[in-house]
């Protein structure tokens, strides 16, 4: 490992962008300071770590200042040349699991890689976990793959799994991705939201070129979350090649960034809003709940009159404070709804749905709410999704104390139901998932002990 401290990134001259080939990992760092967090980009097929990224390197550096980005190289395409340094990509994966071990100082690590730079690194993860290195693997925060061929790419030629090293790790459901699929579904929780139970977590993403030729969207984004998957413009190469800080594979991988690397790593330069919703919140709040619930839900002009009732939807930020100003990453949002007389009756008899709610029935004024109905509640990580669950929990008990007793719910995924019944819902009929739910709370007193348990 070669680790350069200066004052920006800055790619050597042509004649010297081999001079570190030996060495697999080349780390840019700022003179000013050490950082614990590390941006590992790995290149895809007849890339090199240099004159591959375009600025990236450098709005990373710019952008992330308490990060250093390592670049990591290895031989592919016309590189292989020669018995001697070619080798097969399941060697190559260890080759790159050792590295990843020797990085014991810094305290998170997030990969970012691009093509069959994904499917490397997936194979080295997997190697770390046949290695059970526990320490290796905490401090992997996350991964991003960019217009990876998680599947094998089928627009590859068909001989060159004969002829080629990189032919037969790129061909369609070959031996090494299967064996690296298995290992991952066996042993990592790639969503970052749900609870990893047993399984180490490490947040997968993917980023989606509309215009690939060579990786279709099923293996660019294959076992990922829909909230984990963002699809832009551009074509295979373009994506990992941003023209300014405006582009949105750009946009998307630096709230990936912000995401795994995460608040402990910029608490000087960050802060947590919990809020009512604005207007230009609206599109956020049905974005995410078209990627968590799918199609069905609240029409999108009813989304905007909740939202301009105010105390319907809230919204949870993070304001982050960079060179370049202020920026807020919408996390995510929780909507109660507090409901008429008759409104609740209708909900309590099954003829109205969650995605049937609209202002008529909502209770004119405070005094008047005879139920409060929990829409939804989605975030982009487990973080968010502690403090949503907290502010909601705040919410309910503010009601509590003005004397709503009633709280229904209607979970329409595993998930919602599994906090519905950690938080002490239990089904007005039966059990399960689209069946209505209300939180016992049997008598002033106990209320809020309970809630909190």
């Known amino acids: 490992m070669i680790r350069l401290k200066e004052n920006a990134f800055v790619e050597p001259e042509p004649s010297?962008?081999?001079?570190?080939?030996?060495?697999?990992?080349?780390?840019?760092?700022?003179?000013?300071?050490?950082?614990?967090?590390?941006?590992?980009?790995?290149?895809?097929?007849?890339?090199?770590?240099?004159?591959?990224?375009?600025?990236?390197?450098?709005?990373?550096?710019?952008?992330?200042?308490?990060?250093?980005?390592?670049?990591?190289?290895?031989?592919?395409?016309?590189?292989?040349?020669?018995?001697?340094?070619?080798?097969?990509?399941?060697?190559e994966a260890k080759v790159l699991a050792c590295a990843l071990r020797e990085l014991w100082f810094y305290r998170s690590i997030t990969i970012v890689a691009h093509s069959m730079g994904g499917i490397l690194?997936?194979?080295?993860?997997?190697?770390?976990?046949?290695?059970?290195?526990?320490?290796?693997l905490q401090r992997l925060r996350g991964l991003?793959?960019?217009?990876?061929?998680?599947?094998?790419?089928?627009?590859?030629?068909?001989?060159?799994?004969?002829?080629?090293?990189?032919?037969?790790?790129?061909?369609?459901?070959?031996?090494?991705?299967?064996?690296?699929?298995?290992?991952?579904?066996?042993n990592l929780a790639v969503d970052q939201a749900a609870d990893p139970q047993d399984r180490h977590c490490l947040p997968t993403f993917a980023i989606i070129a509309a215009e690939d030729f060579w990786v279709d969207?099923?293996?660019?984004?294959?076992?990922?979350?829909?909230?984990?998957?963002?699809?832009?413009?551009?074509?295979?190469?373009?994506?990992?090649?941003?023209?300014?800080?405006?582009?949105?594979?750009y946009a998307f991988l630096r709230n990936c960034l912000d995401t795994s690397i995460g608040p402990e790593a910029n608490r000087d330069l960050e802060e947590i809003q919990v809020d009512d919703a604005r207007p230009e919140d609206a599109w956020n709040i049905r974005d995410y709940a078209l990627r968590v619930f799918g199609e069905g839900v609240t029409p999108e002009d009813?989304?905007?009159?909740?939202?301009?009732?105010?105390?319907?939807?809230?919204?949870?930020?993070?304001i982050i404070m960079t060179e370049d100003g202020r920026r807020e990453q919408f996390c995510g949002y929780f909507c109660v709804i507090p409901l008429s007389v008759e409104a609740a009756r209708l909900a309590r008899s099954g003829e109205l749905r969650g995605n049937q709610f609209t202002m008529r029935h909502v209770a004119a004024t405070k005094e008047l709410v005879a139920a409060l109905y929990v829409g939804a509640l989605a975030g982009r990580d487990r973080y968010s999704r502690a403090l949503i669950l907290g502010s909601l929990r705040a919410h309910l008990e503010q009601q509590f104390v003005r004397g709503i007793r009633t709280v229904l719910a209607r979970p329409l995924t595993r998930d919602g139901l599994?906090?519905?019944?950690?938080?002490?819902?239990?089904?007005?009929?039966?059990?399960?998932?689209?069946?209505?739910?209300?939180?016992?709370?049997?008598?002033?007193?106990?209320?809020?002990?309970l809630w909190s348990q």
């Open 121 to 136: 690194a997936k194979a080295a993860i997997a190697e770390l976990l046949n290695m059970q290195d526990r320490r290796a």
């Open 16 to 91: 010297r962008m081999h001079e570190h080939d030996g060495h697999p990992i080349v780390i840019h760092a700022r003179k000013s300071r050490n950082s614990t967090e590390l941006i590992l980009l790995i290149h895809g097929l007849t890339g090199h770590r240099y004159r591959y990224w375009g600025k990236l390197p450098q709005f990373l550096l710019e952008d992330l200042p308490r990060a250093e980005v390592g670049l990591y190289y290895y031989r592919t395409a016309w590189q292989r040349i020669g018995l001697v340094k070619s080798i097969d990509l399941e060697e």
């Open 302 to 318: 009813i989304v905007m009159q909740f939202v301009a009732h105010g105390g319907i939807f809230r919204v949870v930020k993070r």
């Open 144 to 186: 991003i793959l960019m217009a990876c061929p998680q599947l094998g790419s089928v627009k590859l030629p068909s001989s060159l799994k004969f002829l080629s090293r990189d032919g037969r790790a790129l061909s369609p459901h070959n031996k090494t991705i299967q064996r690296i699929d298995l290992i991952f579904s066996s």
């Open 217 to 249: 969207a099923l293996s660019a984004g294959v076992g990922l979350p829909e909230l984990q998957k963002h699809t832009v413009r551009g074509d295979h190469s373009s994506i990992v090649r941003p023209e300014d800080k405006g582009a949105d594979s």
């Open 418 to 449: 599994r906090i519905a019944e950690k938080n002490l819902f239990a089904p007005v009929d039966q059990p399960g998932l689209d069946q209505l739910y209300e939180l016992q709370v049997p008598t002033r007193t106990h209320q809020l002990s």
